[in-house]
């Protein structure tokens, strides 16, 4: 099975924005949102194609800047693919934020 996880913090939004921002990133990067639970600011999706499933989850925390919290896991895919599926998603919240 392949992990992968990577946190940012973000100045200046708040994780109510977080929230919102990384349920666009999850669609953008062609993550399938199946459950919100916005009062814990966490976000549970999949991705699928011809080589099985990637199960993902965000969870964004408050404090002096709000942190995003990406993980990915698979026993289908390496970690290659996952570490691009984490970069094409903070690279829309960047753009978004």
């Not at 996880?5 to 990384?22: F, H, L, P, S």
């Not at 639970?37 to 990637?54: H, K, N, V």
């Not at 800047?65 to 895919?77: E, P, R, V």
Request: overall charge negative.
């Amino acid at each position: 099975m392949s992990t992968v996880r990577e946190t940012k913090e973000y100045q200046g939004i708040t994780a109510d924005q977080a929230y919102k921002i990384a349920e666009i990133a999850l669609e953008e990067s062609g993550l399938e949102i199946w459950k919100r639970r916005p009062l814990g600011w966490l976000i549970m999706a999949d991705y699928s194609d011809s080589e099985g499933t990637i199960k993902g989850n965000v969870a964004c925390r408050p404090g002096n800047g709000a942190s995003i919290t990406f993980t990915l896991d698979s026993a289908d895919h390496d970690e290659s693919i996952l570490s691009k599926l984490v970069k094409d998603f903070f690279d829309v919240i960047d753009q978004h934020k």
